[in-house]
């Protein structure tokens, strides 16, 4: 029996130029959109958005705790909803970091699933090393 290989949707889209030009452009244009909220100082560029990249990640982590500390592990809707903001937050910290840094955030979208098809196919998914 032929099993689907790990990342199957991943190398759809990838595979077709139409999906893969969709998805950079989606993320192109919620970068777009999401930049043009920015407020911070020029001086505060790439070092700000990372920090708080980083603070935003850890609301995600705190909220999940919680779940699990006050709700028994339970995400009844509401933590979902409270943790769906978290988790845009971070993207928009994303969005303004590849921005900083003259990074389109669809370059970056392609250049994670190249990366990971990359690593499944030399089954290096687990382990641990950036450039693994
Ligand atoms: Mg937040």
Known sequence: MQTEPKGAPARAIMDSPIKATALRAGFDLYQEGAVSFAKYKPFMRTWYPALKLNGEAGEVAE??????????????????????????????????????????????????????????????????????
């Open 63 to 132: 909220k999940v705790g919680k779940a699990f500390r006050d709700n028994d592990g339970i995400f009844d809707m509401q933590r979902r909803q409270d943790i769906a903001k978290e988790i845009g937050d971070v993207l928009w910290y994303c969005a303004a970091v590849a921005r900083d840094l003259g990074l389109s955030l669809g370059d970056c979208a392609i250049g994670n699933f190249t990366k990971l098809i990359d690593r499944a196919d030399r089954d290096v998914l687990g382990g641990s090393g950036d450039n693994r």
